[in-house]
């Protein structure tokens, strides 16, 4: 894992900001798992493709850790 380069720029600089950020991507989004390979989702900041993002993630299976 490498040092946040943009840190308060495209996302929040402190993690309780950085998590209340992603907890409101995933508001409203429902969660489908479903057997799948992997998944693509866009590389913006929250505020662009948070909502895309979270839609992405939560068809994923549950895990404690993504390399």
């Given at each position: ?9 495209f ?10 950020e ?46």
């Amino acid at each position: 894992m490498r040092t946040p380069a943009v840190s308060g720029q495209f996302y929040p600089r402190s993690k309780n900001d950085l998590n209340r950020e992603i907890r409101r991507c995933f508001e409203d989004v429902p969660s489908t798992e479903r057997a799948v390979l992997g998944g693509v989702v866009p590389h913006a900041g929250y505020i662009y493709s948070g909502k895309t993002s979270a839609y992405v993630y939560s068809t994923l299976p549950r895990a404690d850790t993504f390399a």
